[in-house]
Each structure stands twice: as structure tokens, then as C-alpha cells.
């Protein structure tokens, strides 16, 4: 799935169900985040569950396209 610009309070509820929809029906879950500038702490919170989630569903769960900067940020919040 690939991800808005920008990741924040304001779109975070979108991709969350996008996010969710994608654990439900796909065996392996890859966000393309290679467009992706920016997140928010609301962001990380969303994609770290998501990891957890896909774990306990023995699911394949990947970043693609992560910039370095957004890479630090994933990184700094337990990613």
C-alpha cells in the first residue's frame, strides 16, 4: 500500500483503515513510503500496532521506499 506525503493527525485515521483492510486480506503487508516526507507521532503509533498485529498473524510486514530521514524517525520510535 502506499502511503500519503505526509502522515499525520489529520490523515491518520485513513491510513489506519487502509492499513487495517490490508491486514484482513493480504498475507503480506508492505507500505511504500518512498513518497512519504513526513509522519507524526500518531503515524508511528498506527504503523508500530500494525507491525505487532502482522506478527501475531504470522505475516510478512514491510517499510519500502524509506528515506534516511524517515528512517531515524521509524527508528526512534521503536521501528
Same mark, same amino acid.
Given at each position: ?33 518512498? %513518497?512519504?516526507? +513526513?509522519?507524526?507521532?500518531? #503515524? ?24 534516511? %530521514?524517515?528512517? +531515524?524517525?521509524?527508528?526512534? #520510535?521503536?521501528?
Amino acid at each position: 500500500m502506499k502511503a500519503a506525503k505526509e502522515l499525520n493527525i489529520k490523515n491518520v485515521m485513513n491510513f489506519y483503515m487502509e492499513l487495517k483492510r490490508e491486514l484482513e486480506t493480504s498475507s503480506e503487508i508492505i507500505i511504500d513510503l518512498s %513518497e512519504t516526507t +513526513r509522519i507524526d507521532a500518531s #503515524a508511528a503509533q498506527v504503523i508500530h500496532a500494525a507491525k505487532k498485529k502482522a506478527k501475531s498473524m504470522n505475516k510478512n510486514f514491510l517499510l519500502h521506499g524509506t528515506s534516511p %530521514e524517515l528512517k +531515524r524517525l521509524l527508528f526512534l #520510535a521503536g521501528l
